[in-house]
């Protein structure tokens, strides 16, 4: 079993093989990919040295899955020419995602749908990904109508970049580079990627359209604001669900409780909610704040936090193949 992972230096690509570790993925051969920048570098993987290759090195040698999260274009150019060589590729980027002829997977929603003729899978955003996870069982008991989502999420999801321009600002440093067009330190900005003719930024527009397809239901009505806090470590989304059927508060804890990467920290009486420190490192979905929405009916409120460089990125894209090799589709 080879495993490529493209962009094995960046911020996600080393998570990846950080999870790929703890999770004892069962591979025979490690193929770190990366610009030619980095070429000849070494990466550590159980203990052992791999030389860092450049992308027609790795397609020669014919991997049976690649990660990639080594951005849109990169991903446009060479993800087709892996999966010509018979490698199933795993793309993190937006590049894929709304491709009607790809899937777009995370697993404990609608991994059901992949094949072994599937060989470029998309990995969807971040902030979709721990939503549709929470979404999921309620959908398929009370039927959503509309989901409202505000999104408070950390700098790791912009990069090294971010988190770097994030740490100067708190120690002083006023020259360093600039990963956001304001400070982000005491701040919040409300703005995650550029904005579209219709006034939402495509981070927002991502939110919509990929949770639709995720859950395979276009009549979902979906309306997101997303926004940058100073944080590091996860994602954090305040969502309000109105449904077609109403629910009992104790049913839906009890749904989500037995909901597999799911994680219920919902006791008010002793300060007990997600917050970004607790679920950093952590691979599954926390949900909180549950709560009816007494200004409608057949409405509900939730908090929901995840880690955005691994349930949000590296462990779902992990997860996917270890579905593929689990159910033999590789």
């Known amino acids: ?65 690649a990660l990639f999260s080594a951005g849109g274009g990169t991903s446009l150019t060479y993800a087709p020419l892996f999966a010509e060589a018979g490698t199933t590729v795993i793309d993190n980027s937006s590049a894929w995602r709304m491709d009607p002829s790809k899937k ?57 970049k971010a988190v770097e321009q994030l ?61 940058r806090i100073p944080v590091m470590g996860g994602h954090s989304e305040s969502v309000n669900i109105e449904f077609e059927n109403d629910f009992d508060l104790a049913d839906v804890r009890d749904l989500l409780t037995k909901t597999e990467g799911i994680i219920v920290v919902d006791d008010t009486a002793n300060l007990k909610y997600p917050m970004p420190k607790d679920a950093h490192e952590k691979d599954e979905v926390f949900v909180g704040r549950i709560r009816r929405d007494e200004s409608l009916p057949n409405t509900l409120n939730m908090w929901i936090v995840a880690d955005n460089l691994r349930k949000g990125a590296a462990t779902n894209a992990v997860q996917i193949a270890e579905f593929l090799v689990r159910n033999e589709l590789i």
């Open 104 to 160: 777009l997977i995370v697993p404990e929603v609608n991994a059901n749908e992949l094949s072994i003729d599937d060989k470029i899978i998309a990995n969807p955003n971040c902030s979709t990904i721990q939503m549709v996870v929470a979404l999921k069982p309620l959908h398929d008991k009370y039927r959503i109508k509309r989901v409202v989502v505000s999104t408070y999420q950390s700098v790791t999801g912009t990069g090294v």
């Open 1 to 65: 079993m080879k495993i490529a992972v493209v962009g094995a230096t960046g911020l996600v690509g080393t998570v990846m093989l950080k999870v790929l570790e703890e999770r004892n993925f069962p591979l025979t051969e490690l193929i770190p990919v990366a610009s030619e920048k980095s070429v000849g570098k070494e990466i550590s993987f159980k203990g052992k040295k791999y030389a860092v290759v450049n992308m027609e090195t790795a397609i020669a040698m014919r991997p049976d899955i």
């Open 167 to 227: 740490m100067n600002e708190r120690k002083g440093i006023t020259d360093g580079p600039m990963a956001y067009a304001y400070p982000i330190d005491l701040n919040v900005i409300p703005q995650i990627d550029v904005f579209t003719e219709n006034g939402y930024t495509k981070e927002e527009m991502k939110m919509i359209l990929e949770t639709r397809k995720i859950m395979g239901d276009d009549s979902i009505r979906v309306t997101a604001t997303t926004v």
